[in-house]
């Protein structure tokens, strides 16, 4: 991924200064041309669409984390009494760490499903991702190589693997990576399951799937993925992340000719009893989403609104809060270049949020004079048990 010049390096947020009630002032110490990957997020919804390279591009400029991101046990299993154990210890069947630190993938799906009920505490919420970022794809080779190595069988004749082929042997000039599926797994909390259907993502049997979704509406949608990268050796070894805890988007399909961006994030909590050593609760999350604008005109206009969606208990207060917090009132921001104003951003929380467990500042701020346009990161920290699903809605252009 392609930040900032190295050069004129910019880490350009310096300083917040107040001016009354709401009113700050941002200095930037430096400038720079804005870089190729959020020039896209100028482009029409339909254009990032019908490129899924683009729009994987797009979706890779976030950056999500979560407080527990080392994970400390290599192998989790069915927690059924001594016979999770059992089968664990002696039949191999459990979920086996890639690596020690959780792991960000970005991808196009390319199948979703859902249980149809819970089985055990298990109701999983899935996502099979294939990638056009070789970056991604490379990664997922890895795992591959381990499922051969593991050499395990599902026990479904249907699923049984032939480790002489693709993906476990590979030629590197002929890569079809449609062959290197990710899968991505999520039990969420039960009592949040129907309410996710309507107001996040589908989760419902029966109710529809990604097109059919008002946040999505797109059969094949670009997301993003952040969770533990493994082995689930309950069938053959397959590659997963599972438990995801951070799923982010951005909204787009063939035929949004429209400019106005709308992310998606939900941090969640794997809820079923089989990682309690991969996902704690309460969460405790941060994200950098991107966000550009084309200057002119009423420079007063440069909105990003913020709206909670769904949420567990928020704790009163964050660890090391960021630099705002979520608050009843909006904030306007006066960007300053060289003494002189060259763009008024405001934050506009729409519910508002009435609570200490939701905190933001911005990063690696850019204003680029020749194409006139404002650049950075919206860092945003969350604490909360459960989850938390959340929007932001700007118009670029």
Same mark, same amino acid.
């Given at each position: 991924?392609?930040?900032?010049?190295?050069?004129?390096?910019?880490?350009? @947020?310096?300083?917040?200064?107040?001016?009354?009630?709401?009113?700050?002032? &941002?200095?930037?110490?430096?400038?720079?041309?804005?870089?190729?990957?959020?020039?896209? @997020?100028?482009?029409?919804?339909?254009? &990032?669409?019908?490129? $899924?390279?683009?729009?994987?591009?797009?979706?890779?400029?976030?950056?999500?984390?979560?407080?527990?991101?080392?994970?400390?046990?290599?192998?989790?299993?069915?927690?059924?009494?001594?016979?999770?154990?059992?089968?664990?210890?002696?039949?191999?069947?459990?979920?086996?760490?890639?690596?020690?630190?959780? =792991?960000?993938?970005?991808?196009?799906?390319?199948?979703?499903?859902?249980?149809?009920?819970?089985?055990?505490? =298990?109701?999983?919420?899935?996502?099979?991702?294939?990638?056009?970022?070789?970056?991604?794809?490379?990664?997922?080779?890895?795992?591959?190589?381990?499922?051969?190595?593991?050499?395990?069988?599902?026990?479904?004749?249907?699923?049984?693997?032939?480790?002489?082929?693709?993906?476990?042997?590979?030629?590197?000039?002929?890569?079809?990576?449609?062959?290197?599926?990710?899968?991505? =797994?999520?039990?969420?909390?039960?009592?949040?399951? $129907?309410?996710?259907?309507?107001?996040?993502?589908?989760?419902?049997?029966?109710? !529809?799937?990604?097109?059919?979704?008002?946040?999505?509406?797109?059969?094949?949608?670009?997301?993003?993925?952040?969770?533990?990268?493994?082995?689930?050796?309950?069938?053959?070894?397959?590659?997963?992340?599972?438990?995801?805890?951070?799923?982010?988007?951005?909204?787009?399909?063939?035929?949004?000719?429209?400019?106005?961006?709308?992310?998606?994030?939900? @941090?969640?909590?794997?809820?079923?009893?089989?990682?309690?050593?991969?996902?704690?609760?309460?969460?405790?999350?941060?994200?950098?989403?991107?966000?550009?604008?084309?200057?002119? !005109?009423?420079?007063?206009?440069?909105?990003? =609104?913020?709206?909670?969606?769904?949420? !567990?208990?928020?704790?009163?207060?964050?660890?090391?809060?960021?630099?705002?917090?979520?608050?009843?009132?909006?904030?306007?921001?006066?960007?300053?270049?060289?003494?002189?104003?060259?763009?008024? @951003?405001?934050?506009?929380?729409?519910?508002?949020?009435?609570?200490?467990?939701?905190?933001?500042?911005?990063?690696?701020?850019?204003?680029?004079?020749?194409?006139?346009?404002?650049?950075?990161?919206?860092?945003?920290?969350?604490?909360?048990?459960?989850?938390?699903?959340?929007?932001?809605?700007?118009?670029?252009?």
């Amino acid at each position: 991924m392609r930040f900032i010049s190295p050069i004129l390096f910019i880490f350009v @947020l310096t300083f917040f200064s107040t001016e009354g009630n709401g009113q700050y002032q &941002i200095e930037l110490s430096s400038q720079s041309a804005i870089s190729e990957e959020f020039t896209y @997020l100028l482009w029409s919804n339909q254009k &990032i669409s019908r490129n $899924d390279t683009i729009n994987e591009s797009i979706v890779d400029l976030v950056s999500p984390t979560v407080s527990d991101s080392i994970i400390k046990r290599k192998i989790q299993h069915h927690k059924l009494g001594p016979i999770g154990w059992f089968i664990s210890t002696f039949a191999g069947y459990n979920w086996r760490a890639a690596s020690l630190k959780k =792991e960000k993938f970005v991808g196009t799906v390319t199948r979703h499903s859902r249980s149809g009920e819970e089985q055990f505490t =298990e109701y999983d919420i899935n996502y099979d991702i294939i990638f056009h970022l070789k970056k991604y794809l490379y990664r997922v080779f890895y795992a591959f190589d381990l499922q051969r190595k593991y050499k395990k069988q599902d026990f479904r004749p249907s699923h049984r693997r032939d480790f002489s082929k693709s993906p476990y042997v590979r030629d590197s000039a002929q890569i079809n990576n449609r062959d290197y599926k990710l899968h991505c =797994e999520l039990t969420p909390t039960r009592v949040f399951r $129907d309410p996710l259907n309507h107001l996040f993502y589908p989760t419902i049997p029966g109710g !529809g799937g990604p097109k059919e979704h008002p946040n999505i509406l797109n059969e094949f949608p670009t997301f993003g993925f952040y969770g533990v990268f493994c082995s689930d050796c309950n069938h053959s070894c397959h590659p997963e992340i599972h438990p995801y805890e951070w799923i982010w988007w951005l909204k787009n399909n063939d035929q949004d000719t429209s400019q106005t961006k709308e992310w998606y994030f939900g @941090l969640f909590h794997e809820a079923s009893n089989r990682m309690k050593k991969w996902s704690s609760n309460p969460k405790i999350g941060e994200v950098k989403i991107p966000f550009v604008f084309q200057l002119g !005109g009423d420079k007063n206009m440069n909105l990003i =609104e913020i709206s909670p969606l769904l949420m !567990g208990q928020l704790n009163l207060k964050v660890d090391k809060p960021l630099a705002f917090m979520a608050t009843a009132t909006n904030s306007t921001f006066q960007i300053n270049y060289n003494g002189k104003a060259v763009s008024n @951003l405001t934050v506009k929380f729409s519910p508002s949020i009435h609570f200490q467990a939701f905190s933001y500042d911005f990063q690696a701020l850019n204003y680029d004079p020749q194409k006139n346009v404002l650049s950075g990161f919206l860092h945003i920290k969350i604490q909360v048990k459960d989850l938390f699903a959340f929007k932001v809605k700007y118009q670029p252009v």
